[in-house]
């Protein structure tokens, strides 16, 4: 599988993605390497990692504590110490070595550290592979709040290799999944189609499925990368799925949830919301919720947890003029972006949800 080509780096896939790395490790004279892991990268991922890149240049890890709960400031402090002193300069390069937090802490550590320094992307979850890696947006929560502080700068490159997948736990397989499903929905049909029937895909497929998913991703971004106008629609699922996200992780009475699995929940509510506005059939919403309910278990949510929801939406970053916006579908493959959706919608949505 080629290279794809984003607006300003490249994403390796395969094989070659190694030979791809160091070339671009050489091209520019970097000062110190620095790899940012976390604790279960460090175990199953950086082993391998360093046995395949050769190089002349000095090398230090440095390890955070996995898990969405440290995507804080908390923790760029400490990165950004340890950068400090081990003496990276603005002549160094990090390379993310992990999941969806591992990129986004990383990112933005590159992008604020003296003000900037060249990072690369290594993603190791699936989630990260097909989506967190790619495109630029880089940033930590604010407490539970999603994604409050951050920037969009893109990365040097991004080198995916799935081998790395084979030690991800499986939970973490399908939070990565639900991304897919989304570039489906929002962008191709064919694509969406191809997950209809689960069990007939084959581990073969895998690669195939990961590649057109980064692909999709990496076509929105190319035409917004700040996020204007078409890039909105990645955000399909994300506006309620955020909210509920954050509530599960700051609720100690709720089961934190992983960010597929929330996304999951917010794609079928989105997908109601949708169907009630008539921009897709009620066959298309029930084939949705029927495909998506099969790979993630029904959460239960009661009439204060929905209150409580609602009211963390006023904080999502796509909000303009205090006014809450939703990227709904328009016809499976097709988004219409800046939708409003009121407080009895989202209700019953919720109550639809919650039956079979
Ligand atoms: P994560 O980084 O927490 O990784 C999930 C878990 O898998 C972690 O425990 C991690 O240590 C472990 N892990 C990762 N690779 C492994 C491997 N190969 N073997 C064994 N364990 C491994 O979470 P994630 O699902 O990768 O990413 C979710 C994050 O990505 C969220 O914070 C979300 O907001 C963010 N995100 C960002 C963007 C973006 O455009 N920047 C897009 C989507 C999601």
């Known amino acids: 599988m080629n290279t794809i080509k984003a607006t300003n780096y490249e994403v390796f896939f395969g094989e070659n993605s190694y030979d791809y790395l160091k070339k671009t490790l050489v091209k520019t004279a970097y000062s110190k390497i620095f790899i940012l892991v976390d604790e279960n990268t460090s175990n199953h991922c950086l082993p391998n990692f360093l046995a395949n890149l050769a190089t002349e240049v000095e090398i230090e890890i440095i390890e955070i504590?996995?898990?969405?709960?440290?995507?804080?400031?908390?923790?760029?402090?400490?990165?950004?110490?340890?950068?400090?002193?081990?003496?990276?300069?603005?002549?160094?390069?990090?390379?993310?070595?992990?999941?969806?937090?591992?990129?986004?802490?990383?990112?933005?550590?590159?992008?604020?550290?003296?003000?900037?320094?060249?990072?690369?992307?290594?993603?190791?979850?699936?989630?990260?592979?097909?989506?967190?890696?790619?495109?630029?947006?880089?940033?930590?929560?604010?407490?539970?709040?999603?994604?409050?502080?951050?920037?969009?700068?893109?990365?040097k490159a991004v080198v995916i290799n799935t081998s790395f997948l084979e030690t991800l736990p499986q939970l973490e397989m399908r939070s990565g999944l639900a991304e897919m499903l989304k570039h489906g929905l929002i962008f191709n049909k064919t694509y969406w189609n191809k997950f209809k029937n689960l069990s007939n895909l084959k581990s073969d497929d895998l690669d195939g499925l990961i590649y057109e998913s980064i692909q999709i991703k990496n076509e929105i971004v190319c035409q917004d990368l700040t996020e204007n106008g078409l890039r909105k629609s990645l955000n399909f699922g994300h506006t309620l799925g955020h909210a509920i996200e954050s509530y599960c992780l700051e609720n100690d009475a709720k089961t934190t949830l992983l960010h597929g699995e929330a996304i999951a929940v917010g794609m079928i509510l989105e997908s109601y919301i949708s169907m009630e506005k008539n921009l897709i059939s009620k066959e298309e919403y029930f084939e949705i919720k029927y495909i998506l309910k099969d790979i993630y278990e029904t959460v239960s949510f009661n009439k204060n947890d929905i209150n409580k929801i609602i009211e963390l939406l006023i904080y999502d970053k796509k909000n303009e003029f205090g006014k809450i916006q939703f990227a709904l579908l328009d016809g499976i493959g097709n988004i219409k972006i800046d939708e409003k959706a009121d407080n009895t919608l989202i209700y019953k949505a919720f109550e639809d949800y919650a039956t079979a």
């Open 65 to 155: 504590e996995a898990g969405e709960e440290n995507k804080n400031i908390n923790t760029c402090l400490h990165i950004w110490e340890a950068l400090s002193e081990l003496s990276a300069d603005r002549k160094s390069i990090l390379i993310n070595l992990g999941g969806g937090v591992v990129s986004d802490i990383g990112g933005f550590i590159a992008c604020t550290f003296k003000r900037g320094m060249d990072f690369i992307n290594v993603p190791t979850s699936l989630l990260a592979m097909v989506d967190a890696s790619i495109g630029g947006k880089n940033g930590v929560d604010l407490g539970a709040l999603k994604n409050q502080i951050g920037i969009i700068k893109e990365p």
